[in-house]
């Protein structure tokens, strides 16, 4: 089994800034593609961005130039640093990964999402 946990999440006031954090564990042989997704109520979930495991991004064009997506492969985590937010980024931001165990099954997985809440 594998699973992803998130944490970072809060309420910010607009202008300022969250680091989100997402976790990978359990029997991993590797973990490739990790991203980030947002669902805003009455919303559908959106891509916020996504990084392969080199370090190719790829960003919503409502987060560029404020968002980074980064990811250390020693630890399995990857991060999401959210500057310049926006009451429009009020969401719960959920984690991605594609994982590989160790008996080399792969698994699209989610986190349980974190609450993100900018105010006005």
């Known amino acids: 089994q594998v699973q992803l946990v998130e944490s970072g999440g809060g309420l910010v006031q607009a202008g300022g800034s969250l680091r989100l954090s997402c976790a990978a564990s359990?029997?991993?042989?590797?973990?490739?593609?990790m991203g980030w997704y947002r669902q805003a109520p009455g919303k559908q979930r959106e891509l916020v961005a996504d990084i392969t495991r080199d370090g190719s991004t790829n960003y919503a064009d409502s987060v560029k130039g404020r968002i980074t997506i980064s990811r250390d492969n020693a630890k399995n985590t990857v991060y999401l640093q959210m500057n310049s937010l926006k009451p429009e980024d009020t969401a719960v931001y959920y984690c991605?990964?594609?994982?590989?165990?160790?008996?080399?099954?792969?698994?699209?997985?989610w986190g349980q999402g974190t609450q993100v809440t900018v105010s006005s």
């Open positions: 991605n990964a594609r994982i590989i165990t160790v008996r080399l099954s792969t698994y699209d997985t």
């Open positions: 359990g029997s991993i042989f590797i973990v490739n593609a």
